[in-house]
């Protein structure tokens, strides 16, 4: 068990709807970073947050958006979902900013949206 | 340009033989490190090794090492002893300069599949 907790596991929705996933990092975790993964596209860095700051910005559609929130955990919003959306989308977590190369990832189980 | 390569879509061994997956990586940072992560067929993602660019040793942890040919730009994945628990995707990972901050960028994955 990495520590990261993803809520819901599965969601499945119709194309047009908006969702939003929820991510608890590890405990003191201060960095959450949020990934897609797709059967053509593979992992894909969408957003990172640091301590409730926007780090840095990936391949995210100007459809989806996220937020971290005091607690630290974080959201990802997907809105006007297509079907190209589907995918396992994974939250990850660090006790690191994002500015060493040794900062290790620890994910969640994903969520997996299917969108009909 | 493509980051991480791992040529080998998939890949069949027996049961208590090693097994190396490979990885090939691009970059012109002289500073850089490389992991390696395991999802089983559960979905969530595993950290299995990490390997930095200035790091003298090779990385081991456990049954897993990892073959670093700074050279050759590779960083291939040795599992000593595999299991039928090692049968999963295995992706190469390389944290590249990114907006300031580091992102993960991960290439293709490799599926291990272990016959008794």
């Known amino acids: 068990d990495s520590g990261v907790t993803q809520t819901p596991k599965h969601l499945i929705t119709a194309t047009g709807q908006r969702v939003t996933l929820r991510c608890s990092p590890r405990s003191g975790d201060l960095s959450v970073y949020w990934y897609q993964q797709s059967l053509d596209q593979g992992l894909q860095f969408l957003i990172q947050?640091?301590?409730?700051?926007?780090?840095a910005k990936g391949n995210i559609l100007e459809r989806f958006s996220a937020q971290q929130f005091p607690d630290l955990h974080s959201e990802l919003n997907l809105s006007s979902l297509e079907l190209g959306d589907s995918a396992l989308y994974f939250c990850a977590s660090s006790d690191n900013r994002g500015g060493t190369r040794r900062e290790k990832l620890f994910f969640g189980s994903g969520t997996q949206l299917s969108v009909l | 340009a493509q980051k991480i390569t791992q040529t080998q879509p998939g890949m069949f061994v027996q049961e208590k033989e090693a097994v190396t997956l490979d990885c090939t990586y691009d970059?012109?940072?002289?500073?850089?490190?490389l992991f390696w992560y395991k999802q089983p067929s559960s979905g969530e993602m595993i950290f299995l090794i990490y390997q930095g660019s200035y790091d003298q040793q090779n990385a081991t942890e456990g049954r897993y090492s990892l073959n670093f040919q700074k050279a050759r730009k590779s960083a291939n994945l040795v599992i000593s002893a595999s299991q039928l628990g090692d049968s999963a995707m295995y992706f190469c990972?390389?944290?590249?300069?990114?907006?300031?901050?580091?992102?993960?960028?991960f290439g293709q994955g490799t599926r291990l599949t272990i016959n008794p």
């Open positions: 970059t012109s940072d002289p500073s850089y490190g």
């Open positions: 990972a390389m944290r590249e300069a990114y907006q300031g901050a580091q992102k993960l960028v």
């Open positions: 947050y640091y301590n409730g700051e926007e780090r």
